[in-house]
């Protein structure tokens, strides 16, 4: 079980490039999330879904994109990068039904937009 | 609009010492309070949390301190050790909803 998956560890763009943040659960959870963190801000909602061909705004949804085509899988698309998108962004899931309704993290994407 | 304001930003506690970290919030349709730990260069992992029917959960040296009428929730971390050293985020959830609002986070650092 390797819980909440997401590739690159790394990346640096250029102003105006795009570029997807991949995010893959094995746990069968039909909740995922993407969080960008900055510092002393907290970690604040981009994007969830609630399940398969299902996608909602969070907080901070501009320059951003979501599609959710399967269960497992909740890529974050990024057109024309900018350098207010330089941030830490985190994949999460949950299951619905969870009696603690824990949501589990992946490691994260450090980007950094030049 | 923040919804939940927590501080502090950071903490510096010696070992065996009780840290204290604070939350308020504002929206009382928030029935889910989970405090969440940081390791540097790791995500988020759910810690310990509380429902507000009761105003205290424990486990182990973490406990939770809740008050619905001030709407304020709190961690104490007993006995706090160097492998404590984290950040820590606080968060709430209303009834009805599938997401978290998460607190500014605060950085702890257990001195040996």
């Known amino acids: 079980n390797a819980g909440v998956t997401q590739t690159p560890k790394f990346r640096i763009l250029k102003i105006g490039q795009s570029m997807t943040l991949q995010c893959t659960q094995d746990?069968?959870?039909?909740?995922m999330y993407w969080y960008r963190q900055d510092p002393g801000m907290g970690l604040k909602l981009i994007y969830y879904s609630v399940g398969a061909g299902i996608t909602d705004k969070g907080e901070v949804p501009n320059g951003y994109n979501v599609s959710r085509s399967t269960t497992e899988d909740f890529p974050l698309r990024l057109e024309l990068a900018a350098p207010s998108q330089t941030s830490v962004y985190f994949c999460a899931s949950s299951w619905e039904l969870a009696v603690r309704n824990e949501q589990y993290f992946g490691p994260g994407t450090r980007l950094t937009v030049t | 609009q923040q919804q939940v304001k927590q501080s502090p930003q950071s903490l510096i506690v010696q070992k065996g010492g009780i840290s204290i970290i604070n939350c308020a919030y504002e929206?009382?349709?928030?029935?889910?309070f989970p405090w969440y730990q940081q390791f540097p260069g790791k995500g988020p992992a759910l810690l310990i949390a509380?429902?507000?029917?009761?105003s205290e959960k424990k486990e182990g040296r973490f406990t939770i301190s809740f008050n619905k009428s001030a709407k304020q929730f709190s961690l104490h971390i007993m006995d706090s050790q160097p492998g404590d050293s984290a950040t820590y985020f606080c968060?709430?959830?209303?009834?009805?909803?599938?997401?978290?609002?998460f607190g500014e986070g605060t950085q702890l650092t257990v001195n040996p």
């Open positions: 746990m069968n959870h039909n909740y």
């Open positions: 968060a709430a959830e209303e009834t009805s909803g599938s997401r978290l609002t």
């Open positions: 929206n009382t349709a928030f029935d889910y």
């Open positions: 509380i429902r507000p029917d009761v």
